[in-house]
């Protein structure tokens, strides 16, 4: 991982890169390292992580392996809202729609579960602004070409290009395609909270 923010507090140094241990059990005594998959042998990584310093003297529980990420070809067997084109009643949700990540997955379970419940009442629910980071992964999984189509964590690039009069850093751009997703998000949100309140007065 990059080591940002993170100098070495006996040297001050910026280290080439740090590694993240995530605490597996209450008691402490087991830990991940986190984005460790690879094809390495198990003898190999074993010799590999034990040049990492204060990982000498490890004792490894278990090693890490490759693991697969099914998902489906979204822009070829999904419309804009989810459904299945050959099986409308039927919405992808999360991970297996080709979105990459746990906060995207939730949002795209979030999206599937709205889409879902206006279908139900014979409503549709408008997609949220390409502006948004909702609306960036809702585009990315309808209008990428279905040839080349892999799953996508949330960024910058998926975002609609700022109308630039002039030139930005790009600190400074990415706050104004932040600003401008703030600005869009209540047209979209409001309508549906107003609509769920209604819906759950007695």
Same mark, same amino acid.
């Given at each position: ?91 992808? *949700? ?41 609306? *960036? ?38 706050? *104004? ?15 549906? *909270? ?9």
């Amino acid at each position: 991982m990059k080591p940002v923010g993170l100098p070495d507090p006996r040297t001050g140094k910026i280290p080439h890169a740090v590694i993240q241990l995530r605490q597996d059990n209450r008691h402490a005594s087991l830990y991940n390292l986190v984005g460790f998959q690879t094809r390495l042998t198990y003898p190999e990584q074993q010799r590999i992580f034990r040049t990492i310093p204060g990982l000498q003297n490890a004792r490894f529980a278990r090693l890490g392996s490759m693991h697969r990420n099914t998902f489906i070809n979204a822009p070829a067997c999904l419309d804009q809202n989810l459904q299945f084109k050959k099986a409308p009643h039927i919405f992808a *949700a999360g991970q297996i729609s080709g979105v990459e990540g746990y906060v995207e997955s939730a949002a795209c379970g979030l999206l599937a579960g709205l889409f879902a419940s206006y279908r139900l009442r014979g409503e549709t629910l408008p997609r949220p602004p390409a502006e948004t980071a909702l609306g *960036a992964l809702l585009t990315h999984l309808s209008a990428t070409d279905a040839k080349n189509f892999q799953p996508m964590n949330v960024n910058y690039g998926l975002f609609p290009p700022l109308e630039l009069q002039r030139k930005m850093k790009r600190a400074d751009r990415r706050l *104004a395609m932040a600003d401008r997703a703030l600005a869009a998000l209540p047209t979209w949100w409001e309508p549906i *909270a107003a609509n769920r309140k209604q819906t759950d007065e007695p």
